[in-house]
């Protein structure tokens, strides 16, 4: 363990990454994902002082000119701080979605891959989660859509949740240490910087603050009542599915959120893709407001036949549909 300061905002990062090693990984094995950016560095500086053992994974994006030097510094950082081993991983950026999605799933493949039986912690803080909050509410696609991030998702990590970004760039300055500034973080390319640096400071002046706060706050209340539903779901779910179908008849008894957190398990384990709202509730009208319409095309199936949602004899069942895509 690493001896820090005994200032303020290091020591909150401390007590924030403490609680969170003692409700989840009290062998104190952990790993951390580290940017060099300030938030986590300070959650490395905090785990390296809190953790038995600490690998720090740094990963290297290979976006910008220069990003292998970044990476070789922060893993060099993460040494002097105590960690125990420090790997850096260079990943290929491909893929559909966006520069902002493909990084991201980059990511946390190689952290996955690196991370042997360890969990990551990662350095979203109270900040982060009023951002992915507000991303949810923009989707529209229901209160699971803003329950925000959790403070552990396995093998995913959060100590800082409750931790406002202002705190962690502070504890660097406590620290004597210089945070890596990455430029994508005040492009305004992507939506997320345009939510940290326009909407939520407009948010905060209009709302008279605490605006960050409230969202996370928002989100941790409906994962809270999200879960209870899921457990509801899974009880009617085990009475409904008969041999691959569901039984209409039953389902129609269950509310309306249970009704559909039921349909949408039965659709992803029947090899659903990108299930929206606006599908979901096509199918629960198959359930509940029946008039004899016709099937519902959902996302999935092969690129000659469609994946669809029929109603016959009074049970749903999932097929290709048998016709060409025009």
């Not at 910008?64 to 105590?82: I, T, Y």
């Not at 039953?250 to 039921?262: E, G, H, T, Y």
Request: charged share 25%; hydrophobic share 45%; with cysteine.
């Amino acid at each position: 363990m690493t001896l820090l300061p005994e200032e303020p905002a290091i020591l909150e990062v401390r007590h924030a990454v403490r609680r969170w090693i003692a409700a989840h990984a009290p062998d104190g094995e952990i790993a951390v994902g580290l940017s060099g950016g300030a938030d986590s560095l300070a959650l490395t500086a905090a785990a390296a002082a809190e953790a038995r053992s600490v690998c720090a994974l740094v990963v290297d994006h290979r976006l910008q000119p220069g990003s292998a030097d970044v990476a070789d510094e922060a893993a060099a950082r993460a040494r002097a701080l105590g960690c125990a081993s420090a790997e850096v991983l260079p990943v290929d950026v491909t893929g559909s979605g966006g520069l902002e999605a493909a990084a991201r799933q980059a990511r946390y493949r190689a952290l996955d891959a690196a991370r042997g039986t360890r969990p990551v912690l990662l350095g979203h803080t109270l900040d982060d989660q009023a951002e992915t909050v507000l991303l949810g509410l923009s989707r529209g696609s229901g209160g699971r859509s803003i329950w925000g991030m959790s403070a552990y998702d396995s093998p995913w990590g959060r100590p800082l949740l409750d931790v406002k970004r202002a705190v962690t760039r502070q504890a660097c300055a406590e620290l004597g240490l210089s945070p890596h500034e990455d430029p994508h973080n005040a492009s305004p390319d992507f939506v997320r910087v345009r939510l940290r640096t326009e909407v939520l400071p407009l948010l905060e002046d209009v709302l008279g603050g605490g605006v960050a706060g409230a969202l996370a706050r928002t989100g941790e209340h409906l994962r809270e009542e999200g879960a209870v539903l899921d457990a509801m779901a899974a009880d009617a779910e085990a009475k409904v599915v008969v041999n691959g179908e569901i039984d209409a008849a039953v389902l129609v008894l269950s509310a309306p959120p249970v009704r559909r957190r039921v349909l949408r398990s039965w659709l992803l384990a029947a090899g659903a893709r990108g299930l929206g709202d606006t599908q979901l509730r096509a199918v629960d009208d198959l359930v509940a407001r029946w008039r004899g319409q016709g099937q519902v095309a959902i996302g999935g199936g092969t690129p000659d036949a469609r994946l669809v949602v029929r109603r016959r004899r009074g049970r749903l069942n999932v097929g290709l549909d048998d016709r060409r895509r025009v």
